[in-house]
C-alpha cells in the first residue's frame, strides 16, 4: 500500500481525522470542526508559523475542517480542494454559513457602508463565497464582512460558460506560488480558480491535475486543452498559444508554445509531459 499524500491527508503528528479510522496507521483519531475563512484571504502553510511555505490559500467563506490548534495556527483541511495545512487561527470563524453568492468579478471591495466612499473592510477575489444578509441600493451586505457592489456577486451555482475565458482575466496578476487569489497566482491555481467559476471541479496541483484530465494527443491539441510539463501547466488559447501564470515572468501571461517548450526545456525541466482536455 502506497503512504497516503501528505497534501490530502488530515493527520499530523500521530492524530489523524476519525473519519480516516482504519484507512491510516495513527495514535489518535478525532472529530474535526467545521469553519470557514472569515478573512479575504488567508494562507495555508506548510507548518504553524507565519513564515512557513505557503501552499495554497482559503478564499473568504470557503470551510476549512480543523483538526487542532498549535501556536495560533489550526491545522485542518481545505473543503474546496482537500489540501492539508495550517491556517491562523484569526482568519477562520464558526459556524459555517451557507454561501449564497460568489464573487464574480475578478476582485471586489467590500465597504463598511453602502457607500463607496465609505471605508473599505477588505479586497476579495473571483470565487469567494458570501452569505448575502440585506441589500440596500445596488449594495448587498454579506455576513461577516461588508457592502459588496452586487453586480459584482453572482448567485451560487450559476456559473460562466467559458473558462478559458474566465483564465485571461487574471493576465499580467502577479505569479505567487500557492497563491490563489486575483493578486497572485500559480500556475495550477489558474486552472483551477478559471474552471471553479464555472462549477467544474478541479484538483488543486499539477500532477493532481494530469491524472484528473482525459489525455488527447499533441495533434488533437486545441482551445481549452491544458499542456503539463513536471510541475507546470498551461492553458492552451489556441493549438499553438499558451496562457500561464508562471515564474519566468512572474505573471499571469501569453507565450508561443513553442517558445515556452524551448525555454522550459533549456532550464531542465523537460520537454512536455502530454495534454489533457478538461
Same mark, same amino acid.
Given at each position: 500500500m502506497s503512504a497516503p499524500d +501528505?497534501?490530502?491527508?488530515?493527520? +499530523? !503528528? %500521530?492524530?489523524? !481525522?476519525i473519519r480516516l479510522e482504519g484507512r491510516v496507521a495513527a495514535e489518535r483519531f478525532a472529530a474535526t470542526q467545521s469553519m470557514q475563512a472569515s478573512a479575504p484571504i488567508a494562507s495555508i502553510r506548510k507548518a504553524p508559523a507565519p513564515d512557513a511555505e505557503q501552499e495554497d490559500q482559503l478564499a473568504f467563506g470557503e470551510r476549512f475542517d480543523?483538526?487542532?490548534?498549535? !501556536? %495560533?495556527? #489550526?491545522? *485542518?483541511?481545505? %473543503?474546496r480542494d482537500g489540501y492539508v495545512g495550517y491556517v491562523p487561527s484569526d482568519a477562520l470563524s464558526a459556524p459555517v454559513l451557507t454561501a449564497s453568492h460568489a464573487v464574480s468579478a475578478l476582485r471586489t471591495y467590500a465597504f463598511s457602508a453602502p457607500d463607496i466612499k465609505s471605508a473599505i473592510v477588505g479586497l476579495y477575489s473571483l *470565487?469567494?463565497?458570501?452569505?448575502?444578509?440585506? &441589500?440596500? *441600493?445596488?449594495?448587498? $451586505? #454579506?455576513? +461577516? @464582512?461588508?457592502?459588496?457592489?452586487? /453586480?459584482?456577486?453572482?448567485?451560487? *451555482? $450559476?456559473?460562466e460558460d467559458d473558462y478559458v475565458a474566465v483564465a485571461q482575466r487574471f493576465l499580467g496578476a502577479p505569479y505567487q506560488w500557492g497563491g490563489r487569489? @486575483?493578486?497572485?497566482? /500559480? &500556475? @495550477?491555481?489558474?486552472?483551477?480558480?478559471?474552471? #471553479?467559476?464555472c462549477n467544474r471541479a478541479c484538483p488543486r496541483d499539477t500532477d493532481l491535475q494530469r491524472d484528473f484530465f482525459r489525455p488527447v494527443e499533441a495533434s488533437e491539441r486545441r482551445r481549452g486543452d491544458l499542456v503539463f510539463w513536471k510541475g507546470h501547466v498551461a492553458i492552451l488559447l489556441d493549438p499553438d498559444t499558451i496562457l500561464h501564470a508562471n515564474a519566468h515572468h512572474m505573471a499571469v501571461a501569453i507565450e508561443p508554445l513553442t517558445e515556452a517548450v524551448a525555454r522550459i526545456e533549456a532550464a531542465g525541466v523537460g520537454a512536455p509531459l502530454g495534454y489533457r482536455r478538461p
Open positions: +501528505r497534501r490530502l491527508t488530515l493527520i +499530523r !503528528d %500521530g492524530l489523524a !481525522d480543523v483538526l487542532f490548534e498549535v !501556536d %495560533g495556527f #489550526a491545522f *485542518g483541511q481545505a %473543503g *470565487g469567494a463565497l458570501v452569505t448575502v444578509e440585506a &441589500c440596500e *441600493g445596488r449594495f448587498a $451586505r #454579506a455576513a +461577516r @464582512s461588508g457592502w459588496f457592489i452586487a /453586480d459584482h456577486l453572482t448567485p451560487v *451555482g $450559476r456559473g487569489e @486575483s493578486l497572485g497566482l /500559480d &500556475c @495550477s491555481a489558474l486552472v483551477q480558480q478559471a474552471l #471553479a467559476a
